[in-house]
Each structure stands twice: as structure tokens, then as C-alpha cells.
């Protein structure tokens, strides 16, 4: 989840200013968060600009955290 907020802020920020998509960490935070975020795009429906993948994915990944917790309780 951290990864995907950050991800989130570093493409806001990067409307401001101009970061280099070749960055080391960009392209790790890419890689990190891109198998989760893609699936997602493919089945949400588009909203101009707007992008809710990471929303989503982030709604379901607590929800998954908060199941897992559960069964392991």
C-alpha cells in the first residue's frame, strides 16, 4: 500500500516538476506496483484524466490484509 501511495504522490509531483521516468527509483516503484495497478485499468472504467487503479487497489488490498488477519486469528 505504501508503494502505491507513493507512487500516487510521486505522479502528482512530477506535474510540477520534471522527473525522469529512467530514475532508478521510478522504475522500481513502476515494477513494484504495476502488476497490481494494470489489472485493475483493464477492467475499471476510464474517467478522462483520472486514474482510480491505485483507489481501488489499495481499498482491496486492506480488505485482503483485514481477511488475512482474521484467519490467522
Known sequence: MAAILLRVILSWVSL???I??????VAALHEI???IL???RSVLPSFGMMDFSPFVAMILLE???QAAQRALT
Do not use: K, V
Request: charged letters at 15%; zero cysteines.
Open 16 to 18: 510540477a516538476f520534471s
Open 20 to 25: 525522469d521516468p529512467r530514475n532508478p527509483f
Open 33 to 35: 506496483t504495476e502488476p
Open 38 to 40: 494494470a489489472p485493475l
Open 63 to 65: 480488505f485482503i490484509a
